[in-house]
């Protein structure tokens, strides 16, 4: 059942959390994907301009994934929080959810 919440804004915090957790469960499983792609000998996984193929891009792909999702938190985090920041000091913000059950 959805539910509405209305909130003045978010914390740094949350909004981190938020943008964390989104990038990590979307790149990361890509990046292995890739990985995977370079273990059958595709040139998809590349460090310092090197190709790497085989086990050891399979293994260098979902390394690089955590460092590329933390990477854009650490910026996509600080202008969403100034972003959101100034969008609460005009106005209050809806959130729908679903309510966990217990």
């Not at 990985?35 to 090197?50: H, Q, R, Y």
């Not at 050891?56 to 202008?79: C, D, E, K, R």
Request: charge should be positive; glycine fraction near 8%; charged fraction near 10%.
């Amino acid at each position: 059942m959805k539910h509405q919440l209305e909130i003045k804004r978010l914390t740094i915090g949350t909004t981190f959390k938020l943008v964390a957790f989104g990038l990590l469960f979307s790149i990361v499983p890509f990046s292995i994907l890739i990985g995977l792609l370079s273990l059958f000998g595709l040139s998809t996984v590349t460090w310092n301009d090197e190709p790497v193929t085989g086990i050891s891009g399979l293994l260098v792909s979902p390394l690089i994934g955590v460092f590329v999702a933390l990477f854009f938190t650490l910026w996509l985090g600080v202008f969403m929080s100034c972003g959101l920041w100034l969008f609460s000091t005009k106005q209050s913000m809806k959130l729908h959810y679903i309510a966990k059950d217990n």
